[in-house]
Each structure stands twice: as C-alpha cells, then as structure tokens.
C-alpha cells in the first residue's frame, strides 16, 4: 500500500522556520522524483520545488527561490522541505508528491500537513 506521509507542520510566528517531512512507504522511493506543493483554501495547488531521483537536482517556483530548500534521504525514504523566514502568506497545506519519471499515471499525494504563520 503506498503511503506518503506529512509531518512538522505547526503554528509558527513571521521570521521563524520549520522543515517539513514527507516519509514514504509502498513503493520504490529512490525511483521517483519527489515535489513539495502548497495550497490555500479557494486557490490551486502551487509548485514549491522538485528534487530529482537521479543526482537529487532541484527546481524551485520562482517565488520559492531563496527561502525553501527541498532535499531527500533516499536511505530514509524521505523528502524535506526546509522552510526560512516564514511569512503570514506561507500559510498553507503542503503536500508531499511522488512522481514516477517513466509512468506519468503512477503519481501519489500525501495528505498534507498545515502550516500557519501568524503573530
């Protein structure tokens, strides 16, 4: 059964940090390229960054540039997502995904893990 896991959400004031957790299980972790997305009540999801399987190469929104740092634990079968000097507008579900870079059907959410920013 495949699962992804969410963990380190909380309640946080503006300028503080907090590092996410997404551990999986089900499926082969080190095959797939792993993402962060958030999302807001009424919004879309949004893109926060991406890490690869191969190599562990980054991409981040551009919006997510500086701040946010992705990374994986492919011993642990976990991915990371370092949040900096958060902000009010960071306040979000964020969701883990994994994506099997051959099969574009073979994609799973976690359930996501909330994060609110406020004084």
């Known amino acids: 059964q495949v699962q992804l896991v969410e963990s380190g959400g909380g309640l946080v004031q503006p300028g503080e940090s907090l590092r996410l957790s997404c551990t999986a299980s089900?499926?082969?972790?080190?095959?797939?390229?792993m993402s962060w997305y958030r999302q807001v009540p009424g919004k879309e999801r949004e893109l926060i960054a991406t890490?690869?399987?191969?190599?562990?190469?980054?991409n981040y929104a551009d919006s997510m540039k500086g701040r946010f740092t992705i990374s994986r634990d492919n011993a642990k079968n976990t991915v990371y997502l370092q949040m900096n000097s958060l902000k009010p507008d960071d306040t979000a579900v964020y969701y883990c995904?994994?994506?099997?870079?051959?099969?574009?059907?073979?994609?799973?959410w976690g359930q996501g893990t909330q994060v609110t920013v406020s004084s």
């Open positions: 995904n994994a994506q099997n870079p051959t099969y574009a059907r073979r994609t799973y």
């Open positions: 089900g499926f082969t972790f080190s095959y797939y390229t």
């Open positions: 890490i690869t399987s191969v190599g562990g190469l980054t």
